[in-house]
């Protein structure tokens, strides 16, 4: 297996713009979890998902964080619009089942100006 | 509240010393850790897990320790080598589907 995946792995945009970051979890991973890492907070659990499902979306920031996750092998972060203060690198990681290791993808380097 | 944090933002060591890593944990956090490893542009690795019904588990030369008496884990590395400098991220489950990450210690290895 590839590992997780992640699109793009580099983004630079400008306030205000849409963004849309892609995950493709590991097969047969049922929970798939979206990150958020800044020096200031470290990392940050925003969402996750089990069976497709979203199950805690409590550290999403703001209504201008959405997350969706259509079918088992693929998920997107959306952030519209997009301020300075987004910027950070955004992992995706995914599980199968619970109280097992948790797989990183490397990551997607965001930066607002 | 829930939380996984640690004691030392950075430990510098020199190239074969042994280098322990520590991590505190609160009362609602879970029985069961995962260390990771994570390099710069990279995401976090997994380096070794343990639950509460064991106190010590060793790998490949790392050992983590558990006391649950003082809530308290470490991770010990031996004969340390350069390769190994990277952030050092305890994480404890709470309940059973959240992994929540302490802050993380940088660990940087000197020739």
């Known amino acids: 297996d590839a590992g997780v995946i992640q699109s793009p792995r580099h983004e630079v945009t400008e306030m205000g713009q849409e963004v849309t970051l892609r995950c493709k979890p590991i097969s047969g991973h049922d929970y798939l979890f979206w990150y958020r890492q800044t020096m200031m907070r470290g990392l940050e659990l925003l969402i996750y998902?089990?069976?497709?499902?979203?199950?805690?979306d409590s550290g999403m920031p703001e209504d201008r964080f959405s997350a969706k996750m259509p079918n088992a092998s693929f998920s997107t972060l959306k952030i519209q619009p997009s301020e300075p203060r987004d910027s950070a690198v955004y992992f995706c990681a995914s599980r199968f089942r619970t109280y097992n290791e948790q797989f990183f993808g490397p990551g997607t380097r965001l930066t607002v100006l | 509240g829930e939380s996984v944090g640690l004691h030392l933002p950075t430990l510098s060591v020199q190239e074969g010393d042994n280098s322990i890593i520590n991590c505190a944990y609160s009362n609602s956090a879970s029985d069961y850790f995962i260390w990771y490893k994570q390099e710069s542009g990279k995401g976090p690795q997994f380096i070794i897990d343990?639950?509460?019904?064991?106190d010590k588990r060793q790998g490949q030369r790392v050992t983590v320790l558990l006391n649950k008496t003082v809530k308290h884990l470490s991770l010990q590395i031996a004969a340390t080598q350069p390769g190994d400098s990277a952030v050092y991220f305890c994480?404890?489950?709470?309940?059973?589907?959240?992994?929540?990450f302490g802050t993380g210690t940088r660990l940087l290895v000197s020739p």
């Open positions: 998902f089990n069976n497709n499902v979203p199950i805690d």
């Open positions: 994480a404890g489950y709470t309940g059973f589907q959240k992994l929540v």
């Open positions: 343990i639950r509460s019904n064991m």
